[in-house]
C-alpha cells in the first residue's frame, strides 16, 4: 500500500515544520511539499499531485477558503482537510460547501489529528468533536434572519461574485469598467446589507446562494 502524500499550507514556517515532524514520526505518510500561502499551495498541489492538502484557514494572498476550490481545480484528487481556531462551527459550514473533506481545531489532540486524515483521505467527512459539540448546542435556538442574495442590486451582485473568485478590487474594477474605488464603496455597502464584517463571511454566502459556483 502506498503511503499517503501530503501537502502542509499554512504561512507560519514553525507550525508547518512541526506539522510535518508529527505526521513523520506519528503517521507512514510522507509530507511532498509545504506552501506559505493560498497562492503557493495551488501551484504546489498542480505540481506535486498530494493526496490530502492540509490546509490553514489564515494565509496571505489567497486564504483558506479562497484557496480550497482552486486547488482542487489545480489536483480534482486532492482531499482537502482544514485547520482553524474557530470552533464556532461557522468556518466548518463554509469550509464543507467550497469542497473541503473535514476541519480540525489546532487545539486538537494529535489523536484527533491522525485520525482525521485517516478518514478524509478515505473519502469520508470529518468534522472536530468540539465544532459539532457547538453547533448541536445552538440546535433549537431561534435563528437569526438569513439575508437573501436579493437584498443586493444586480451590481452588488457582480461585484461579490468576482470578490467571492478571488478577484481584487483593481481585477474587479477592469472586468466591470468601474474604478477600484466603486468597487470598494460597492464592497462596504454589501457588507453592511449582509451585515457581515470579512470577506470569508462574504465568501460563504456567495457559495451558499450559489453566486459563485465551486
Known amino acids: 500500500m502506498s503511503r499517503l502524500r501530503i501537502l502542509i499550507a499554512g504561512d507560519h514556517e514553525i507550525a ?13 505518510s510522507e509530507v ?8 503557493e499551495a495551488i501551484g504546489q498541489a498542480r505540481k506535486l ?10 494565509m496571505p494572498d489567497l486564504n483558506g477558503l479562497e484557496a480550497i476550490p482552486k486547488i482542487l481545480r489545480a489536483q480534482p484528487k486532492a482531499r ?6 474557530d470552533d464556532s462551527g461557522r468556518t466548518a459550514s463554509g469550509v464543507v460547501a467550497a469542497g473541503a473533506g473535514g476541519l480540525v481545531l489546532k487545539s486538537d489532540a494529535l489523536a484527533d489529528l491522525l485520525l482525521a486524515i485517516e478518514t478524509v483521505s478515505n473519502g469520508k467527512p470529518f468534522i472536530s468533536s468540539r465544532v459539532t459539540q ?15 442574495p436579493a437584498d443586493l442590486t444586480p451590481r452588488e451582485r457582480e461585484v461579490l461574485r468576482l470578490l467571492a473568485e478571488g478577484h481584487s478590487s483593481k ?4 472586468t466591470l469598467g468601474i474604478s477600484p474605488r466603486t468597487v470598494d464603496a460597492h464592497r462596504a455597502t454589501i457588507m453592511h446589507k449582509l451585515n457581515y464584517h470579512s470577506l470569508s463571511e462574504l ?3 456567495a ?6 459556483q465551486v
Open 16 to 28: 508547518r515544520k512541526g506539522l510535518r515532524a508529527l505526521l513523520e514520526f506519528h503517521s507512514d
Open 32 to 39: 511532498v511539499g509545504e506552501a506559505a500561502s493560498g497562492g
Open 49 to 58: 499531485k498530494p493526496d490530502l492538502v492540509l490546509l490553514d484557514v489564515a
Open 80 to 85: 482537502i482537510l482544514v485547520l482553524t481556531m
Open 134 to 148: 457547538t453547533i448541536l448546542g445552538t440546535m433549537g435556538r431561534e435563528p437569526a434572519a438569513e439575508p437573501l
Open 171 to 174: 481585477q474587479a474594477a477592469a
Open 203 to 205: 465568501i460563504h454566502f
Open 207 to 212: 457559495i451558499r446562494n450559489k453566486i459563485v
